[in-house]
């Protein structure tokens, strides 16, 4: 029944919302991606609230893997930033962490993910850029 459906989806996104307001991330992104489960069902679908959960989605498992990276956990934040990378592929906020992240796990990985910096961002920005990241970590 689309009712349902609907009515599902809007609670998920709902429940995701409270989860996030409270910090927690990853029940959020959980909450989010159910909540895409239902919208899926849907033939006619409005691209804005499709990208709303995407993006909801994006930012949960961002914030999560932030948290792993604060922790010392780098392989929980790759997996939660390879599963925000699924719904935004060209995200350049993923592209950096990972990058920035890889660096220590996997340095050749971590040039693949640099690469596209290097030709869109001169070497004074890219420095400007780690010195935040590593005033943030």
């Known amino acids: 029944d689309k ?6 989806s809007r609670a ?13 991330f990853l029940s959020a992104a959980k909450s989010y991606e159910k909540a895409k489960f239902y919208y899926d069902k849907f033939t006619r679908k409005d691209p ?19 948290i792993m990276v604060k922790s010392g956990l780098n392989s929980d ?3 939660f930033l390879t599963k925000a990378e699924k719904y935004l592929p ?20 971590s040039v ?7 030709r869109k961002t001169s070497a004074n ?6 010195k935040s990241f590593n005033e943030i970590c």
């Open 125 to 130: 920005r890219l420095r400007r850029i780690f």
């Open 90 to 109: 060209d995200n350049f906020n993923i592209k950096y962490k990972l990058a920035i992240i890889y660096s220590d796990l996997d340095p050749v990985k």
């Open 48 to 66: 804005v609230v499709e990208s709303s959960i995407k993006n909801r989605i994006v930012n949960a498992y961002i914030e999560t893997a932030d």
């Open 12 to 24: 998920y996104i709902e429940m995701g919302d409270k989860y996030y307001s409270i910090g927690k």
């Open 3 to 8: 009712n349902l459906i609907k009515y599902k």
């Open 112 to 118: 693949e993910y640099f690469e596209p910096f290097k």
């Open 77 to 79: 934040a790759v997996r």
